[in-house]
């Protein structure tokens, strides 16, 4: 076990939350000590929901340990069946009360209430986050759709699908589910639910009617449409349509299935990524080195328009989730790369150092990683914090979403140009930092100058020209050049570092 600041995954409880929280009509029961009732900020802090999520939990204490901890819980289910009056109950332990065995399910099935009473057995020490919504997902459709549901004959009326997998906590979900209705539609495709976010369990009873499967996002519905598909006959389409060339792939998939003609999806696309990506203004992004770590849905799919649709060189590849490292080491090989599947911060950290990209896209985890590095960042994936959900439409899939990415991803880069600019011309009477600001306050006290870029502390020392010179090296390849430079001298034993050892390294490692 590893004491860690951070972790990509909460325990599987939270992912059962998570679903909860996205339904409407569905509460949970879950036996947790006092302490365990943290996951509430998620949803009203971060989300930014403007309800706490609809769970009750036992709260049970020390001094109850002592006596009747299943009376305790077995009063809770009762009581939150008659204040909620729910459609669906959900009964679970946390990490800590799965260590009693009060056995939820049993002692819920005794108590003959009058709703449907979901059970979750979710193994807190060998699953995390993300599979906990998945199995609570797959119990819900598994418990509620009803076998005798089937589509009406397709005479007369329009195919229908079923969008699965959008939940609570997830990375633009809701604008997402906006963005993918709206293609559908246009190619006469109706929506017969979006599961779990916004739906019933009514909703959940009628999957059945739909003639098809969309699975956007697998970590969490890619379980229920399998089982969907065995149940019912629903094909599903797994194709994730984020990037301009997967929102095409998508259109065709659905089309294929459905029986639809795609022009109308197709034809006027409102992407500008393609045409921005050509553009002179965009030339000196090609080739820029990206280092890409995530849930594996949202790492795949940026690799893909990061090598294809804005001519990145993908350095690094990765994600959290393990039970999709057969899908990562696919894609990874693809790039032709090693993948890095770990939910070890630490290990992404030295990764990252290793590869010396010039832009990381991940988590919010890489973005603070990202920070001390001095590297430019955009968050691709969760977990996030709260500025990544935006009170603004800002989807990630369709064509709409590839407009939010390249805005996301290209703007850190033309910052850090700027910044990169400035740095060069630091020593213009105009520019330098003791001319002040020229826009603003004229007759602002001039700043101190500058000190010169530090140098490694066990290092040989630099001539104040070669630091000079190190300054106009971009500042987020600058740490790179200064550790190739020291390492050249050590193996070449000069006493110090002039503008000729700086030149003689970057030719050394240029080779």
């Given at each position: 076990?590893?004491?860690?600041v951070?972790?990509?995954?909460?325990?599987?409880h939270?992912?059962a939350?998570?679903?909860?929280?996205?339904?409407?009509?569905v509460?949970?029961?879950?036996h947790a000590?006092?302490g365990?009732t943290?996951?509430?900020l998620l949803?009203?802090m971060?989300?930014?929901?403007n309800?706490?999520p609809?769970?009750?939990?036992?709260?049970f204490?020390?001094r109850?340990?002592?006596?009747?901890t299943a009376?305790?819980?077995?009063?809770?289910?009762r009581?939150?069946a008659?204040?909620?009056a729910?459609?669906?109950?959900?009964?679970?332990a946390?990490c800590?009360?799965?260590?009693i065995?009060?056995?939820p399910?049993g002692?819920?099935e005794?108590?003959s209430?009058p709703c449907?009473?979901?059970p979750?057995e979710?193994?807190?020490y060998?699953?995390?986050?993300?599979w906990?919504?998945?199995?609570?997902?797959?119990?819900?459709v598994r418990?509620?759709a009803d076998p005798?549901v089937?589509?009406?004959?397709r005479?007369g009326?329009?195919?229908?699908a079923?969008?699965?997998?959008?939940?609570?906590?997830?990375f633009?979900?809701?604008d997402d589910?906006?963005?993918?209705?709206?293609?559908?539609?246009?190619?006469?495709v109706?929506?017969n639910c979006?599961?779990?976010?916004g739906?019933?369990?009514a909703d959940l009873r009628a999957?059945?009617?739909a003639?098809?499967?969309?699975v956007?996002?697998?970590?969490?519905?890619?379980?229920?449409?399998?089982?969907?598909?065995?149940?019912?006959g629903?094909?599903?389409i797994?194709?994730?349509?984020i990037g301009?060339?997967?929102t095409?792939?998508?259109?065709?998939a659905v089309?294929?299935v459905?029986g639809?003609d795609p022009?109308?999806?197709?034809?006027?696309?409102?992407?500008r990524?393609?045409w921005w990506?050509r553009?002179?203004d965009?030339?000196?992004l090609?080739?820029?080195?990206?280092?890409i770590?995530g849930d594996a849905?949202?790492?795949?799919?940026a690799?893909?328009?990061?090598a294809?649709?804005l001519?990145?060189t993908?350095?690094?590849?990765?994600?959290y989730?393990?039970e999709?490292?057969?899908?990562m080491?696919?894609a990874?090989?693809?790039?032709?790369?090693?993948p890095l599947?770990?939910?070890?911060h630490?290990?992404?950290?030295d990764?990252?150092?290793?590869?010396a990209?010039?832009?990381?896209?991940?988590?919010?985890?890489?973005?603070?990683?990202?920070?001390?590095l001095?590297?430019p960042c955009?968050?691709?994936?969760?977990?996030?914090?709260v500025?990544d959900?935006p009170?603004?439409?800002?989807?990630?899939m369709?064509?709409?979403?590839?407009n939010?990415?390249f805005?996301t991803?290209?703007?850190p880069?033309v910052?850090g140009?700027e910044?990169?600019?400035?740095t060069?011309?630091?020593d213009?009477?105009e520019f330098?930092?003791?001319a002040?600001p020229?826009?603003l306050?004229?007759h602002a006290a001039?700043?101190?100058?500058p000190?010169?870029?530090p140098?490694?502390?066990d290092t040989?020392?630099?001539t104040?020209?070669?630091?000079?010179?190190?300054?106009k090296?971009?500042f987020f390849v600058r740490?790179?050049?200064r550790s190739?430079?020291?390492?050249?001298a050590?193996?070449?034993?000069r006493?110090?570092?002039d503008?000729a050892?700086?030149?003689?390294?970057?030719?050394?490692?240029?080779?």
């Amino acid at each position: 076990m590893q004491l860690a600041v951070w972790t990509y995954e909460g325990p599987p409880h939270v992912g059962a939350m998570r679903v909860a929280t996205a339904m409407e009509g569905v509460h949970y029961v879950l036996h947790a000590p006092q302490g365990d009732t943290y996951a509430d900020l998620l949803f009203t802090m971060i989300e930014r929901r403007n309800q706490r999520p609809p769970v009750t939990y036992t709260t049970f204490q020390a001094r109850d340990l002592g006596k009747d901890t299943a009376a305790l819980l077995q009063d809770a289910i009762r009581e939150a069946a008659e204040r909620f009056a729910p459609q669906a109950l959900l009964v679970g332990a946390s990490c800590t009360a799965e260590l009693i065995q009060d056995d939820p399910a049993g002692l819920a099935e005794a108590l003959s209430l009058p709703c449907p009473v979901i059970p979750l057995e979710l193994p807190s020490y060998q699953r995390k986050e993300n599979w906990g919504a998945a199995e609570t997902f797959y119990r819900m459709v598994r418990h509620l759709a009803d076998p005798a549901v089937r589509p009406a004959p397709r005479e007369g009326r329009r195919p229908l699908a079923n969008l699965l997998g959008p939940c609570a906590l997830g990375f633009r979900h809701r604008d997402d589910v906006v963005e993918v209705v709206k293609l559908l539609e246009s190619m006469g495709v109706g929506v017969n639910c979006v599961a779990p976010l916004g739906a019933t369990p009514a909703d959940l009873r009628a999957l059945g009617r739909a003639d098809f499967n969309v699975v956007l996002y697998p970590e969490i519905g890619a379980e229920a449409a399998r089982w969907l598909g065995r149940t019912f006959g629903q094909p599903a389409i797994d194709v994730v349509p984020i990037g301009v060339g997967a929102t095409r792939d998508f259109i065709a998939a659905v089309a294929a299935v459905a029986g639809v003609d795609p022009a109308p999806a197709l034809a006027t696309p409102t992407s500008r990524l393609p045409w921005w990506s050509r553009s002179v203004d965009s030339t000196y992004l090609t080739g820029k080195r990206v280092f890409i770590f995530g849930d594996a849905t949202h790492a795949i799919a940026a690799a893909r328009i990061a090598a294809e649709e804005l001519g990145f060189t993908v350095c690094g590849l990765g994600c959290y989730n393990r039970e999709f490292a057969r899908e990562m080491r696919a894609a990874a090989a693809h790039h032709g790369l090693d993948p890095l599947i770990t939910d070890d911060h630490l290990v992404v950290e030295d990764a990252i150092r290793a590869a010396a990209p010039e832009l990381v896209l991940g988590t919010q985890m890489e973005r603070h990683i990202a920070k001390r590095l001095g590297l430019p960042c955009a968050v691709i994936s969760a977990p996030v914090h709260v500025q990544d959900f935006p009170a603004r439409h800002s989807p990630q899939m369709g064509f709409e979403g590839a407009n939010v990415i390249f805005d996301t991803w290209v703007h850190p880069l033309v910052m850090g140009l700027e910044e990169h600019l400035l740095t060069m011309f630091r020593d213009d009477f105009e520019f330098s930092d003791a001319a002040g600001p020229s826009h603003l306050a004229a007759h602002a006290a001039p700043v101190s100058a500058p000190e010169a870029v530090p140098a490694s502390h066990d290092t040989i020392p630099w001539t104040s020209d070669a630091e000079r010179e190190l300054r106009k090296v971009p500042f987020f390849v600058r740490g790179k050049a200064r550790s190739n430079t020291e390492r050249f001298a050590v193996l070449e034993g000069r006493a110090q570092i002039d503008i000729a050892t700086l030149y003689d390294a970057k030719a050394h490692y240029a080779r």
